[in-house]
C-alpha cells in the first residue's frame, strides 16, 4: 500500500525553524520526483520545493535561502528544513510523491499544520 506521512508541523513563533519530515511506504522511494506544497486558507495548493530522482532541487523564490529539501533513502524519508519561517508561510504543508515505473501518477499525504505567530 502506497503511503505517505507528514510530521513535525506545529507551531512556532516568527523567526524560528521547523523540521518536517515525510515518511513513504508501499513505492520504490526516490525513484521519481517528491516534493512539498502548501495551501494557506483560501488560496490554491502550491509547490515549495521538489526533489528530483538524481537529487536535483528547485524552490519557490519565496523560500529559497531559508527552506532546504533532503532525503533520507535509507529510512524512506523526505524532510524539509525551514527556517527563518515568516507568517506567510503558515499553511498544511503536503508531502507529493510521484509513482513508479512511469512516474505519471502522483499521490499525497494528508498534510501537515503550519503555524506561525507574530
Known amino acids: 500500500q502506497v503511503q505517505l506521512v507528514e510530521s513535525g508541523g506545529g507551531w512556532v513563533q516568527a523567526g524560528g525553524s521547523l523540521k518536517l519530515s515525510c515518511a513513504a511506504s508501499g513505492f520504490i522511494f526516490s525513484s521519481c520526483g517528491m516534493g512539498w506544497y502548501r495551501q494557506a486558507p483560501g488560496k490554491e495548493r502550491e509547490l515549495v520545493s521538489g526533489?528530483?530522482?538524481?537529487?536535483?532541487?528547485n524552490y519557490a523564490d519565496s523560500v529559497k535561502g531559508r527552506f532546504t529539501i533532503s532525503q533520507d533513502k535509507t529510512n524512506h524519508t523526505l524532510y524539509l528544513q525551514m527556517n527563518s519561517l515568516k507568517m506567510e508561510d503558515m499553511g498544511v504543508y503536503f508531502c507529493a510523491a510521484d509513482l513508479p515505473p512511469y512516474c505519471y501518477t502522483r499521490t499525497w499525504g494528508q498534510g501537515t499544520q503550519v503555524t506561525v505567530s507574530s
Open positions: 526533489i528530483t530522482s538524481d537529487g536535483t532541487t
